[in-house]
């Protein structure tokens, strides 16, 4: 049954926007997108209208860990980022049961839903690494974080990973957790077994000082769980130098966080053309400084955007980014530039663009209806800064 979709303003943001935009839709798939004038309605049997409505993709979560959802407001904002992973570590004992961890991210991920969003990246350890059921959730991409410093162990730490995911769920991906807790072999090696990777990088100055001196709270944290490796060589370098370094920044890598960097990694994450996913809140929450988004945008860089967790942020709600990143930049990166973070370049660093992302023609139709829409009002901007009244998700 084909439904045409009718709204004040239709962002596809692929396109320009679209006044008095409609969308033609039949089995959850775009046909066409246009002014609703050109349409023929002969055959059109439903039409849906949002008077004082703006349309747009559904979000797309880039990083987040539906895994963590039980420990919302365990670990309180503001300490330093060692501070914190000494705690995550403490949290390790007292995981819930398999049941109760899922019922907790179920709940979270029919909020996100609720809020926006269609697809998510969700990182496991092990414990979700099966399909969520859930009443109406999101998409997930599956990755299976693995660690472990010790560079004698990166093999058999692969194949268990491997083994794992053969077991459970063949389309999850295999990803490398961050420089100060994986092995240089480990992150190589998970890199040539399943190229699309993200990694934590470069998201605390414990990380810095680690890298280019190799001491620090990381040293600590590493020598007291026993997994300090005598062989590591001091990298005495960035954390995005230190991967172009290792060979595995490339187009299918998405850079998670990437606070501390210079203009020199900047280049290098260009000229690379891996993507980074910036999560603001997650770095408000934990103190750690701001990711250069600014700078980034302006190279050239894909920049799409994520929650992390509810380990490190109080909600996994993409509009709460988007405002907070477009606040905290000072408006310098516009409105639309910040939509499409959370949207369209979402889809493209996932390698999804094909089916998300944008109001295309063949694309699965699915997108995001804010009402309250004042017609003088910055489409873009009246989405980003939240000042929309409800939202309705499809
Ligand atoms: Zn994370």
């Known amino acids: 049954m084909k439904k045409l979709y009718k709204a004040s303003l239709l962002l596809p943001l692929n396109a320009p926007a679209i006044k008095n935009g409609a969308m033609l839709v039949e089995n959850n798939t775009i046909l066409e997108v246009g002014e609703y004038h050109t349409f023929n309605k002969k055959n059109i049997r439903h039409i849906i209208e949002f008077p004082h409505s703006v349309i747009t993709p559904s979000f797309i979560n880039a990083h987040t860990h539906l895994e963590l959802s039980w420990m919302k407001g365990k670990i309180p904002a503001g300490k330093s980022f060692a501070g914190w992973v000494e705690k995550m570590i403490q949290y390790q004992n007292k995981t819930p049961a398999d049941n109760e961890v899922r019922q907790y991210a179920v709940e979270q991920m029919e909020l996100m839903r609720s809020a926006g969003v269609i697809l998510a990246a969700d990182i496991t350890n092990g414990q979700l690494i099966k399909k969520l059921e859930a009443k109406r959730g999101v998409k997930r991409i599956v990755q299976l974080e693995k660690l472990g410093f010790n560079s004698e162990k990166a093999e058999s730490i692969l194949e268990a990973a491997i083994q794992q995911k053969e077991k459970c769920n063949h389309e999850a991906l295999v990803v490398p957790h961050a420089p100060y807790s994986t092995s240089p072999q480990l992150i190589q090696k998970i890199k040539n077994y399943n190229s699309k ?109 994520g929650t992390d967790s509810l380990a490190s942020n109080a909600k996994l709600d993409m509009n709460e980014e988007m405002k907070y990143l477009y606040l905290e930049n000072e408006k310098r990166i516009p409105a639309d530039e910040i939509l499409k973070m959370a949207t369209l370049n979402g889809a493209k660093a996932l390698g999804c663009e094909s089916s998300f992302g944008s109001l295309t023609a063949g694309k699965q139709a699915s997108f995001n209806v804010f009402g309250g829409y004042g017609l003088t009002d910055d489409p873009a901007e009246f989405v980003v800064r939240k000042k929309w009244s409800k939202i309705d998700c499809y």
Do not use: Q
Not at 205 to 218: I, L, N
Not at 224 to 248: A, F, Q
Not at 277 to 293: K, M, Q, R, W
């Open 197 to 305: 990777i993200s990694i934590h990088i470069a998201e605390s100055k414990d990380e810095k000082e680690f890298m280019s001196a190799g001491g620090g709270k990381f040293r600590d944290i590493l020598e007291s769980v026993g997994s300090w490796d005598e062989k590591w060589t001091v990298p005495r370098m960035g954390s995005i130098e230190y991967l172009h370094h290792l060979g595995v920044l490339d187009s299918d890598t998405i850079l998670v966080h990437a606070v501390h960097i210079n203009p020199t990694e900047i280049d290098f994450i260009k000229s690379a053309n891996s993507s980074v996913c910036l999560c603001p809140l997650s770095n408000h929450y934990l103190n750690v400084g701001t990711a250069p988004a600014y700078e980034l945008w302006k190279a050239g860089v894909l920049l799409c955007m």
